[in-house]
């Protein structure tokens, strides 16, 4: 080796220590950074795409782990970790089976290896499970909707039962606000009083279009939140700043109510209750979280089993199919969950026509709507999550032209700032979860808008204390060993 090959190997050591430094203060952008300009300088050894990986996963990036995974497998075919890296990215994707021949292999070069062995186990059982589901499933066409098994009208109220109460069939502010109340002690409503909520935001649902054309009076102004996964406190902060939704304050939450933060029940059912008060001001869209196997891996579906049992499981996962999957505010800016198409050209009558009763399919708009990320290069290139793709500003600026629009306003990524505008200032990304995970210090926003200007108001806030409990609590238990 001479001179200069030998200062590269060093140095790339020093910019891993670092990126390891930045890892460990949860800081996973700049350590990926760090952990690239050490590949740059000795792009033959597996431990720094190995790592890398795993930041990749932290930041939710698994197309990209899989893929640096994969390289640390290809120079070092005994490298244990390039598998491990590799499986626990194809598990965050529910991609059970692939995962699990990488921990089968982890296994093979660490026989007695006591955490591989658990783990290969676990990973074991959650495929016997989807083989065991897949068995007994039936077709669409075959299945019976949930709503025909239940009538609330029957359940019986407990005398003891001392939380809010609602009389009759209409839904008051002043049951929602002692709902608030309730659940900020950790207690839940009465079964039969989230039935009534979750039946009537499905009939309110069904009613609504694939696209949905809101409208803001002059002078009015409209609130656009991000995702915010499950950590309730938070979005009662987003009240405390902006004001409760009403006719006068209407509200769009742009998708990833649930999962991963461990209060996901509570969010949903005050999204939901309010969206019952205010049909008109509560406007809700579709995530990539609001399908089953997210559900199933990142927590809500655990949490509804422990908080409300296992019908409401059924019965949610039945409504999120009937949430519209964007929106377009006074025919100017186009709100959706991920991002834009694979394919140029594609018109807001396109959107509107999807069938949206579905779980979220693989390829197509529908899957691109929710999954898609904005990518600083131009054009289109393949996503870092493995789902969908990553399109550039001239993307956005032609999907704008042609459909007459000002503005992109998306959410789906954690964002330091909790915000932050690209493509020329056409796109705007809004996330709504402070300190995501209780682990990446970001901050959160929303967005404000006043008619007939409609220029964004960003406003941010920092999370706020929550009850001890810790997110994932519910998930997968085989999940919560990578986290």
């Not at 993307?395 to 990524?413: A, G």
Request: net charge negative; glycine share 6%; with cysteine.
């Amino acid at each position: 080796m001479d001179a200069t090959a030998n200062s590269d190997v060093q140095r790339a050591e020093e910019f891993k220590l670092k990126a390891n430094d930045a890892f460990k203060a949860n800081k996973f952008s700049q350590a990926i950074e760090l952990y690239s300009q050490a590949i740059e300088l000795n792009s033959s050894n597996a431990v720094y795409f190995a790592n890398r990986a795993f930041a990749h996963t932290k930041l939710e990036e698994y197309g990209s782990a899989v893929q640096d995974a994969t390289k640390a497998i290809e120079i070092d075919p005994r490298y244990s970790k390039g598998y491990y890296r590799r499986g626990a990215a194809y598990l965050a994707m529910g991609k059970f089976k692939e995962a699990l021949k990488d921990f089968q292999q982890v296994k093979k070069i660490c026989p007695n290896d006591p955490d591989a062995t658990r783990k290969l186990k676990e990973c074991e059982k959650a495929v016997q499970k989807i083989r065991f589901e897949e068995a007994i499933s039936v077709g669409d066409a075959e299945r019976r909707s949930v709503v025909d098994s239940i009538d609330y009208h029957i359940i019986e109220v407990e005398p003891h039962y001392a939380g809010p109460r609602i009389d009759g069939e209409e839904i008051t502010i002043d049951f929602v606000k002692a709902m608030l109340d309730e659940f900020k002690k950790q207690k839940c409503i009465h079964k039969r009083y989230a039935y009534q909520i979750v039946l009537k935001t499905l009939d309110l649902l069904r009613s609504m279009p694939s696209l949905v054309d809101v409208d803001v009076p002059n002078g009015g102004h409209f609130t656009v939140c991000g995702d915010v996964h499950g950590q309730y406190f938070d979005l009662l902060n987003i009240f405390d700043l902006n004001g409760l939704p009403s006719e006068e304050n209407p509200y769009l939450f742009n998708g990833d109510f649930v999962d991963r933060g461990s209060f996901s029940v509570e969010v949903i059912l005050t999204l939901f209750a309010f969206k019952c008060l205010y049909p008109r001001a509560m406007y809700l869209a579709r995530g990539n979280h609001e399908s089953k196997s997210m559900n199933k891996i990142y927590g809500f579906e655990g949490e509804v089993r422990s908080k409300l049992g296992e019908k409401f499981v059924e019965l949610f996962a039945e409504v999120f199919c009937w949430l519209p999957l964007a929106h377009v505010i006074n025919n100017k800016v186009f709100v959706v969950h991920g991002g834009l198409f694979s394919v140029d050209g594609v018109k807001l009558s396109d959107i509107r026509s999807i069938d949206r009763f579905c779980e979220p399919p693989e390829e197509g708009l529908m899957c691109e709507l929710l999954w898609s990320d904005p990518q600083p290069q131009l054009g289109r290139g393949p996503s870092k999550r493995g789902v969908a793709l990553s399109f550039g500003a001239d993307v956005t600026k032609k999907f704008l032209q042609e459909n007459n629009l000002d503005l992109i306003v998306r959410s789906h990524e954690v964002k330091d700032e909790g915000y932050e505008i690209e493509h020329d200032g056409k796109l705007i990304t809004v996330f709504s979860a402070p300190n995501y995970c209780d682990q990446m210090g970001n901050k959160g926003a929303f967005i404000r808008y006043t008619a007939p200007e409609m220029k964004p108001d960003i406003v941010t806030f920092s999370a706020v204390p929550h009850p001890d409990v810790r997110p994932m609590a519910y998930a997968n238990n085989f999940l919560r060993m990578f986290q």
